[in-house]
């Protein structure tokens, strides 16, 4: 009987650990705004960005996230030195460490990786001041609120992208011949809703 109990008393306090140990697989699809700061600050509109991301929760505080986020954003007239406006686009891969704050059906977290990002911005034949494009190295970092309804989530996201190398505008003398970083060490940032379907 002694032996019962004990193993009855044991159960009921390992059953929480258990609990805990419930894994999750999530697929979320993101969309919102995205901007740049510093050098890239006055010569860039507000654009949009986009993307997916899957996230792996081998408890409910601390795992893992793979994703994909690509962003559109107009370089304005006058940044462009009187050419064509262009515009500036990225495409990048990251994966990054989270951590749940909270655990629940709210959940705030917050996020911090490695990344590689490539940016180019098309232009024609009078669109001198082209960014050049390049590939480079980022740091996503950032927090946001999650809520699980069932098998849906629905939440927001702040990710802030810091930049490893400077982007180049290239050239806009007007013999084509100059080329100026006009960007600096220009980060940017992307605010997003997100929708995604977990799986456990």
């Known amino acids: 009987m002694n032996k019962l109990f004990a193993g ?5 306090l390992l ?18 705004a995205t901007h740049y700061n510093q050098g890239l600050s006055s010569g860039t509109d507000l654009g949009g960005n986009y993307g997916a991301r899957l996230g792996i929760m081998p408890t409910p505080i601390v795992g893992v996230e793979i994703g ?9 007239q006058s940044f ?5 406006v262009g515009t500036l686009r990225t495409n990048g891969g990251y994966a990054d460490l989270r951590v749940n704050v909270l655990p629940g059906v709210v959940t705030p977290y ?4 490695y990344g590689l990002t490539h940016f180019d911005a098309p232009g024609d034949s009078t669109s001198l001041s082209s960014l050049t494009s390049t590939t480079t190295s980022t740091i996503p970092f950032g927090g946001g609120l999650e809520a699980n ?22 050239s806009s003398a007007s013999n084509g011949t100059a080329s100026i970083d006009k960007g600096g060490n220009a980060d940017f940032y ?9 799986f456990r």
Do not use: C, M, W
């Open 15 to 32: 059953a929480p650990l258990a609990a805990r140990a419930d894994s999750e697989f999530s697929v979320v699809l993101e969309g919102g």
């Open 68 to 76: 994909y986020l690509g962003s559109q954003n107009n370089v304005s």
């Open 8 to 12: 009855f008393a044991a159960a009921l």
């Open 149 to 170: 309804i069932g098998a849906f989530k629905v939440g927001g996201r702040f990710q802030y992208n810091y930049l490893f190398n400077h982007i180049y505008t290239g």
């Open 190 to 198: 992307a605010v997003s809703l997100d929708l995604g379907a977990s």
């Open 80 to 84: 462009n030195a009187g050419h064509n």
């Open 110 to 113: 917050v996020f911090g990786g």
